[in-house]
């Protein structure tokens, strides 16, 4: 429906629950991941909350399109992969 109003990008930026559910259903065709080079470790909030994934297979995977370095941190391009799909 958005695309239909002329959007052609659209930025969902939240806690770890909006991402999960974004994709989970599947609305997720491009994903900016920035990493830092930090381990906070279990008791920290996560950057992304449950998906309900029993095998491995069924985790949403990704082909990584760029990688790139901004300053201390790295920041992450990649797009869904067809569930199942091998890299």
Known sequence: RL???GLGTLLVEGGGGL???????GGADEVLWFTAPKLLGGDAHPAL??????KLDD???FA???????????LIEAQPRARGARS
Do not use: H, T
């Open 3 to 5: 695309a239909a109003e």
């Open 19 to 25: 991402a999960a559910a974004w994709l989970a259903g």
């Open 49 to 54: 909350a449950a998906l309900a994934v029993a």
């Open 59 to 61: 985790a949403p995977a």
């Open 64 to 74: 990584f399109s760029r990688v790139r370095r901004i300053g201390a941190d790295l």
